[in-house]
T-cell receptor
Framework: NAGVTQTPKFRVLKTGQSMTLLCAQD?????MYWYRQDPGMGLRLIHY???????AKGEVPDGYNVSRLKKQNFLLGLESAAPSQTSVYFC??????????FGPGTRLTVL | AQSVTQLDSQVPVFEEAPVELRCNYS??????LFWYVQYPNQGLQLLLK??????LVKGINGFEAEFNKSQTSFHLRKPSVHISDTAEYFC???????????FGTGTRLTVIP
C-alpha cells in the first residue's frame, strides 16, 4: 500500500496563477482532508470530504476549491494564487473520522 | 469550536533525560485525543490515541500519554529520550469519532547529545 500520496512535492507560482494539488489514497477511506501548515500555527483545515461527491468547508476555505469525483482522489485548487497562500499543504484520509493518515506534503511558494 | 493548547513551543532536553510535552483542550464533552509526530520534511505520523478505557495510553517509540478529564489535559511523556526523537509533536482533539480534528500549534522537541 502506498497510503496517502500527494502531487507535486514542490511548486513555485506567480501571483494570480492557478494550480491543482492532487491527493490520492489506496486505503478505501471515506473521509479526506486538506490542511495547510504555517509556522507557529499548527495545521488548519481548509476543506474536507466525507465521501465521494461531497465536500465541505473547514476553518480556512477562502481562496481554495476542492473536488472529490472519485473516492480515492481529493483535489485542491487555487484559482488565483496569492502570496498569503505560501504554505505546506497536507492531505489526510480516514476510514470514518478520528485517526487520520497523512501524506508527505506539498511545499508551495507564491511569489 | 474546540481549542487545543500546547503550552511549550520549544522543548530542549538532553539525551536520556525524561520529557513531558503538555496539551490542554477546551471541550468538556466526550473527546478523542491524539498525538502526532512530524519528522523534518515529512508528513504527520500517529504516536498514540485515546478513545476510551484506561487513561494511560502507550504509543510507539516508548511514548505514553495520560488523559485527565478533570484538567482537560493529555500530556505526552517519555522516560528517556533519544536523538532520533527530535521532531515536532502535535496534539489533536476530536469531539466525536466522525468529527474533524483540531490541532494544537505544535511543540518542537530538540534532543541534545
Amino acid at each position: 500500500n502506498a497510503g496517502v500520496t500527494q502531487t507535486p512535492k514542490f511548486r513555485v507560482l506567480k501571483t494570480g496563477q492557478s494550480m491543482t494539488l492532487l491527493c490520492a489514497q489506496d486505503m478505501n477511506h471515506e473521509y479526506m482532508y486538506w490542511y495547510r501548515q504555517d509556522p507557529g500555527m499548527g495545521l488548519r483545515l481548509i476543506h474536507y470530504s466525507v465521501g465521494e461527491g461531497t465536500t465541505a468547508k473547514g476553518e480556512v476555505p477562502d481562496g481554495y476549491n476542492v473536488s472529490r469525483l472519485k473516492k480515492q482522489n481529493f483535489l485542491l485548487g487555487l484559482e488565483s494564487a496569492a502570496p498569503s497562500q505560501t504554505s505546506v499543504y497536507f492531505c489526510a484520509s480516514s476510514y470514518s473520522g478520528g485517526e487520520q493518515f497523512f501524506g508527505p506534503g506539498t511545499r508551495l511558494t507564491v511569489l | 469550536a474546540q481549542s487545543v493548547t500546547q503550552l511549550d513551543s520549544q522543548v530542549p532536553v538532553f539525551e536520556e533525560a525524561p520529557v513531558e510535552l503538555r496539551c490542554n483542550y477546551s471541550s468538556s464533552v466526550s473527546v478523542y485525543l491524539f498525538w502526532y509526530v512530524q519528522y523534518p520534511n515529512q508528513g504527520l505520523q500517529l504516536l498514540l490515541k485515546y478513545l476510551s478505557g484506561s487513561t494511560l495510553v502507550k504509543g510507539i517509540n516508548g511514548f505514553e500519554a495520560e488523559f485527565n478529564k478533570s484538567q482537560t489535559s493529555f500530556h505526552l511523556r517519555k522516560p528517556s529520550v533519544h536523538i532520533s526523537d527530535t521532531a515536532e509533536y502535535f496534539c489533536a482533539v476530536s469531539e466525536g469519532w466522525a468529527n474533524n480534528l483540531f490541532f494544537g500549534t505544535g511543540t518542537r522537541l530538540t534532543v541534545i547529545p
